[in-house]
């Protein structure tokens, strides 16, 4: 790292070898086919087309062996398919000039089935042209892979986990397999969650089974438990002793833009909050891992949901933007909260009486997703910072990308005050060459493709960054009460204005869980 030119340049360093993560090369020769259900949907055309496209540009989805398959009721032509998603194919960096001719190529790899989600039919004619394809190759049968994503509500997961079982699968004798994928929010409580993987669970095993949160495909996400477990500075400090309280917030500035009806089913705690914003507490939360194998990553994970306590009603602030019931497909007397706040307290020996503001909310006036630890109070202050603020160490997700540290130093100058200032690690400045993936990418390339991690060749197929059996269950144990009652009407939400920070009452509430806003300082992503 240079400074010279007061720039900063990143060198290419030698890979850190980490004992744990050697796993063997295990070649697998069959062809593979990508499945996508569902895909006529708004995930698939915004995020999981898109990010099979930079893999393909990437070079992770080769034309020779891999090929994929879009179902759905939608009676469309593979022409048809292609056209919805052509739009959404944004360029890979570095790659802009040949933009055009990558998209044509990447089409040609798809091909489109309509079919029912309960229906033999449907699933044999998608049998008939997934063999094809693999015969075309030449593909020893039981050595191809068969990868489906539901991009799909969940009340269809169980025709097509059987649907699938019954008439596509794999035979997996010569090193091929079958995998699924499935979306959030997996099930609506804990009854129906349990229920449905138990109906899953007699399909398919649980190494076959992808629960995706795309938040743990995200780098920030993915950096935390480096930053916690690979720097000497916050062991010390990760602690009830030192930390006040943590928010973890989540922030968009649009609504629910068309797609009210499926909202209105599920709500913002079930949407983001059980999901994606109690992944990454896990993240910030659990203890020291044996080791980076995914069952003792998730081991720890699965502890912290546990010690979480129940959540009093009177830590929780629900709301609703205005306007949220002018979407036809929602009723207009609906209570469901497109924000809400509330306080988790995690009962173990480092964060008792810490507590977990959690944040989310849809048509805000921002859109940003973070995690604000605030340090407690500096004992014997000779210099009253506290007119200044506390610490804080920021890690933001998106967008810009970053990690600061809001700390107190002196006023450079001839004063001796002291003032609010960061240290900043920006990605987007410190990382000028790294193309940062999609979340989705690197998740898709961890259900399937082979790839270098910390500079060994594994197999991927590596659920650390999924959700197992017995976390998700964990999570709705936490969050059903508060559902049920939601449910009930027994919580109302609050009206709040569009492009508003939301109630009031939820700034109130983090301020009485302890949470000290600094007046005054407001961190500006640096520009190049
Ligand atoms: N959209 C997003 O940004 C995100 C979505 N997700 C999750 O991904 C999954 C899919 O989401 P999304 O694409 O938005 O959903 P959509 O509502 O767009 O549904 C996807 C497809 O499923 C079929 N479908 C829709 N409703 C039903 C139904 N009631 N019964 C049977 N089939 C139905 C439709 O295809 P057809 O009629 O052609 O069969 C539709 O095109 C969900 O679990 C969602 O929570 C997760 C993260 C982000
Ligand atoms: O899962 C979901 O996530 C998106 C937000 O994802 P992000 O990566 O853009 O932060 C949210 O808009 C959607 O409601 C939800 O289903």
Redesign the pocket.
């Known amino acids: 790292m240079g400074s010279g030119s007061g720039q900063w340049s990143v060198e290419n360093r030698a890979p850190v070898r980490t004992e744990s993560l050697v796993s063997e090369y295990v070649p697998e020769t069959g062809c593979l086919s990508i499945i996508v259900l569902?895909a006529?949907?708004?995930?698939?055309k915004?995020?999981t087309f898109p990010a099979l496209f930079h893999l393909y540009r990437q070079g992770f989805i080769q034309s020779q062996d891999v090929h994929i398959f879009g179902y759905?009721?939608?009676k469309i032509s593979d022409n048809d398919l292609r056209d919805r998603i052509r739009g959404y194919l944004t360029p890979c960096k570095g790659f802009e000039s040949t933009h055009e001719e990558d998209v044509g190529q990447f089409l040609q790899l798809i091909k489109y089935v309509a079919g029912a989600?309960d229906t033999e039919e449907g699933f044999r004619s998608l049998d008939k042209e997934i063999s094809a394809y693999e015969l075309s190759k030449n593909s020893t049968e039981g050595s191809s892979r068969r990868l489906f994503y539901l991009?799909?509500?969940?009340?269809?997961y169980p025709p097509v986990c059987k649907m699938i079982k019954s008439y596509c699968m794999n035979k997996s004798d010569l090193g091929g397999w079958t995998r699924i994928v499935v979306?959030?929010?997996f099930g609506r409580d804990l009854e129906s969650a349990e229920e449905l993987s138990a109906q899953i669970g007699e399909l398919f095993e649980e190494p076959q089974i992808y629960r995706i949160d795309?938040y743990l495909g995200k780098e920030l996400v993915q950096n935390l438990m480096v930053l916690r477990f690979a720097n000497r500075f916050f062991l010390p400090l990760w602690n009830r002793d030192n930390i006040s309280n943590i928010q973890i917030v989540f922030r968009e500035d649009f609504g629910t833009e068309g797609?009210g009806g499926?909202f209105d089913q599920y709500g913002i705690i079930r949407?983001i909050i059980q999901n994606h914003l109690l992944q990454v507490l896990c993240l910030v939360a659990m203890e020291k891992p044996v080791s980076l194998k995914p069952e003792h990553v998730r081991d720890e994970k699965v502890k912290v949901l546990q010690s979480v306590l129940p959540i009093e009603d009177s830590e929780v602030v629900l709301g609703q933007y205005e306007g949220y019931t002018d979407d036809p497909t929602v009723p207009d007397n609906s209570n469901t909260p497109t924000f809400a706040t509330m306080v988790l307290r995690i009962h173990n020996e480092r964060w008792e009486g810490v507590p977990f503001i959690i944040k989310a909310g849809k048509a805000l006036n921002s859109r940003k997703a973070e995690i604000r630890v605030q340090f407690k109070d500096v004992p014997g202050d000779i210099y009253k910072c506290k007119k200044q603020g506390r610490n804080e160490f920021v890690i933001r997700l998106q967008p810009s990308e970053a990690m600061y540290m809001k700390l107190t130093v002196k006023q450079p100058g001839l004063e001796m005050n002291t003032v609010q200032s960061e240290l900043d690690l920006s990605y987007g400045q410190r990382y000028q060459e790294t193309i940062i993936p999609e979340a989705y990418e690197r998740l898709i390339l961890d259900t399937n493709l082979t790839n270098l991690v910390y500079g060994f060749y594994r197999i991927r197929g590596d659920q650390q960054h999924f959700v197992r059996r017995d976390e998700l269950k964990a999570a709705w144990e936490i969050f059903t009460p508060l559902l049920h009652k939601i449910d009930r009407g027994e919580v109302k939400s609050l009206n709040y204005k569009t492009g508003s920070r939301g109630p009031e009452e939820a700034d109130k509430l983090a301020e009485k869980a302890g949470f000290v806003q600094t007046h005054g300082y407001i961190w500006i992503p640096p520009t190049l």
């Not at 991009?151 to 269809?156: C, F, H």
């Open positions: 569902g006529s949907g708004d995930l698939a915004k995020k759905a009721r939608t989600y991009a799909l509500p969940p009340s269809v979306e959030k929010p795309h797609r499926y949407d």
